[in-house]
């Protein structure tokens, strides 16, 4: 860990909020991807059925 | 009653308009001010507990003819008002609705604001309380304003003109606590009278906002 | 006796649009109101539903017991036929929405927006309204504007489900509702025509 | 093949899923000897002391914040020109990267801000239309949320997004001229010699590639999911008929 | 073209609503803004330029969604789609009299609550001849953020987020013009730009805003 | 032939509604669609009238032929009932609005403001608008909507001056209009039942 001197609030949070924000944007991504591929499955798995 | 309650705060929420119209107003004006009046340091910040004051009180005024006026217009509120709830309560649960959706998000989106207008840092705890504490009455002095003018076609206009000078002690109050407690100073006696307006308000404009509302549907 | 009506006058707009009205509607009955545009049937009803007072004469109703359609439904765009229903059910502490779903055909809909109905779904919307607020009398304004032949039928049949558990209706309509049993009350002889003019006192009324 | 290919679904998520691991890897490659090498092994700056560390964080997602803008400019004029679904649903996928990645710009900076300018914002022309752009983002997004038509929604959002585009451009240069700000020059830009030093200026250069693969994974794996999500939908709206 | 320009100005005059609402609330802003802030005559004088600025463009957006949703809502909005009148001429002269009842009167009224606000006496002629300039640039501005709305429940939000970053630049170099125009500076080239943008949003926006319509009409 | 339609598809809210409709209408003949609620009416005038582009299919219509009525009425309701005609006439470059007024049996009601009028007088004025319109064509959405019987009576009348005249009509409706010479094309075997399902790209229809 390198000396960031009477910096490192500033430094610390500036990793720590980019990590928090980007971090939330990748987990909003996986999150929506997976809600969407599941319903989609089921939907066709359905109208596969009812098609026959 | 809480049917209705949940009813306005989900509208609200789902077709926007009430939800979020007010906050983006708010956003806007404190983005706006300092583009327009330049940005020295010293006097955005004298002048930021004024304007956030001001822009809280313009944010609740847009969206208040949506009280009544979308009810009335669709005719829900004629069939609200020959249902089994009193029309005070219809009052007082739609002018708290309003508050939940435009007061309430005011006051907790009101500090980051605060940073962009330079807001002394004393400040910030006064301006939310001041807040809790003056945007009922915005909520219900507006419901009444709304209740005296629902159906008119001006309404609009008339509506602001009614409600603005009602609002004039709410505002006086609510920005002198902010500044003082910006400056530091002792802040008792308006922080008391902007409590009482607000209970006052909160018990009796409901019966009178009802009487104009009956008037209005006849 | 679910309302009763001795020498009523009512007024719109400042002008008395009908006089001497009398009627009385006993439960199990509909009452069915004619008269051409403009005649005053919205008035009417609206001062039965208690909206505005009469100009004259008394009307003999218990507190509660009226639920009122008018030419507007009172629908949310933005809110499910489901959420719409509900909400009345709630106001009205009445019965569940399922009933009234299945009554005017809309289970097919429930989670479609009302935005997003056709002219005559948002119109049995309105109707199936009626059926959750549990109120004895019905005070309806040309309920089936928009309703194509299969509903108005599906309309009567909840009219006189209603009429048989002992309610009432009074329906103001200009066109044939298939419902032979209701009394029906002609408006014309009521009109008023001439405008009575006398003291200075009466410019007022 | 032209690269029109790729505006059939089909295709487009036949050749995501197969180029999408091998983005993910590059991305946190990238980023991991960027941001290690940029925070434990560069000296402090004389003047900055140890802030300048945030540069790695601050510069790429600055300059992604207005590319991924630029991209979503193209995609709704490809959209605009050839109604290629897919280029409408993937410049609906990069507003939130792109609003994020301001986000990011806008918080690192107000972090650096407070020990270098003494306040944590000030109204610096950079900083304001940084603002700016903010709004546009939540502006666009909020037009796609509030449209259930997709098609509708393309269209209008679109159109937006080229209008915004040249009032963007018009408040950059309105702001420029009305404060000069605090702000430093683009000392990136190539044809100056007194460029950061290199010191600085390689671990920099791996974040910024860093930032861009980001930019593109997410991009790739938000538009798969807006396609499959259209398909729900179409595929819904048939079983309504039904 | 003329009969519809009548029309709209005659419902903006005869419902109120429009007409009037803008100017009411400028007048409002510009009360509640000394109350707010304090009256001392040296900074009020600084930010009067701003305010003024700030009070027009917001009593603008605050009409905007008139322009379309009233006639959207009553079904006219169809019946003009389907008329021998092109799209784009309607919305030009729907923004025109947006204008003419919200801008021009705007304009005209500005200088009276430049007194209001201590404005600086040498300001008052660029007050008015800045809001000439760029009044116009609101109300097509406008009409192009109300034509991408219009039929939204959510419209009045989104309007307002939509067309804020798009008022800025107006918003920056009107403000610039009033201010050096009190301190006796230089001021033709934001004088300039105001115009240039005016005419560049007058000639291109009623194409834009005609596109939007077509695809919400659809 | 006024309109020609081949192979016509419509959709609303991204669904197709009606597919395989095929009509023409001749100068002076009027056709009236029929099909239950939902079935897709006013979407299919609305394609008509060009405010939806079709799915499928093709229009053969002349550049302004057509006046659109649709389930709104567009009056203004603090504008009178003269001045509403009279905006309609002066956008459509059309006739003189006395006609209309006279046809419609509108003549005392012209200095009234619209919002004034009761449901059917408002209805009245509505279609009194497609006289000021010149034009040939009409496209009815249920016009008859809240009148009495006189003035649907009045309405048949206005439609047969018009054709007579050489215009055409199309007319969507639920009830008897007293047009028995009229046309009539049922909507409900154009109906989309079943889900057509194939490629991938499909799902972006
Ligand atoms: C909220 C505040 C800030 C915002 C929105 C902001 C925004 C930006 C933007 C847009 C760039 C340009 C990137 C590019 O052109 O590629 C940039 C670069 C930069 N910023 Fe900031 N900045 C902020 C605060 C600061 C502060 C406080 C400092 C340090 C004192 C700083 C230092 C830098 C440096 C060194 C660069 C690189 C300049 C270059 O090489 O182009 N920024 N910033
Ligand atoms: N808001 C109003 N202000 C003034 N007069 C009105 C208003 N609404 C209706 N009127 C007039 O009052 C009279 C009665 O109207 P009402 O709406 O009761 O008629 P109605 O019998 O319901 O007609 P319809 O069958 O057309 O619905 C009419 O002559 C009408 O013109
Ligand atoms: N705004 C909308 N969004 C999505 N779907 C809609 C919308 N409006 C109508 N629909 C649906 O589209 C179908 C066709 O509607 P349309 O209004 O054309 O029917 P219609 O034949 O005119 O019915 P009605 O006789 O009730 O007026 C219906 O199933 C309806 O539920
Ligand atoms: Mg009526
Ligand atoms: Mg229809």
Redesign the interface.
Known sequence: ????????F??L???A??AL??A???A???W??AR??R??DE??AR?GK?DG | MRALLLRDVRLAMRT?GGFGLGLAFFLILA?LV??GV??E?GTLGRIAPGILWVGALLACLLSLDRIFALDHEDGSLDLLATSPIPLEAVVAVKAMAHWLVTGLPLTLMAPGLG??L?LAPAAYGWLVLSLLLGTPTLSIVGAFGAALTVGLKRGGLLLSLLVLPLYVPTLIFGAEVVRRGAEGMALGTPLALLAAISLGGVALLPFAAAAALRVNLR | MVIGVRNLAVARGGVTVLQGLGFAVAPGEALILRGPNGSGKTTLLRTLAGLQPPTAGEIDLAPETIAYAAHADGLKSTLTVAENLAFWAAIYGGPDIGPAVQAMDLAALVRRRAGELSAGQKRRLGLARLLVTGRPLWLLDEPTVSLDVASVALFAGAVRGHLAGGGAAIIATHVDLGLPEARVQDLDPHRVRIMVRDGFDEAFA | MSIWEYA???KF?QTSAWVLPWAVGLTVACLVVGLVWG??FTP?DYKQ???V??IY??VP?AMMAINAWVMMLVASLIWIVRRH?VSALAAKAAA??GL?FT??AL??GA??G??MWG?????DPRL?SF??LC??Y??YI??WE???????AA??TS??C???SV??L??R???N???QGLHQGASLSLDREENVSNVFWVPLLVCIAGFVL?FVT?VL??T??EI???????????????
């Open positions: 860990m390198p000396d960031l001197g009477k910096y490192a500033a430094v949070a500036s990793y909020a980019t924000l980007i939330g944007l990748v909003l991504s996986l929506q991807s969407t591929k319903a989609l939907v066709e109208q009812t | 926007g983005v300092p583009l330049g940005a340091g940073v962009l330079n | 059939n679904p089909k998520m925070f434990f402090d002391g140890s802030t560390k945030i964080l601050h997602s679904h939130p990267i994020t986000l990011v918080v690192t972090l650096w407070q020990p306040t944590w914002w000030a109204w304001t603002l700016i709004l546009f939540l502006g909020a037009l509030a449209i259930e038509n997709p098609d509708t269209d209008l159109i937006l080229l209008v915004g009032f963007a018009l408040s240069y309105a702001v001229f009305w404060n980001l997410l794996m938000r798969r999911t499959r999500a259209r398909r729900l939908k179409a595929l819904l709206a048939r079983e309504r008929v039904a």
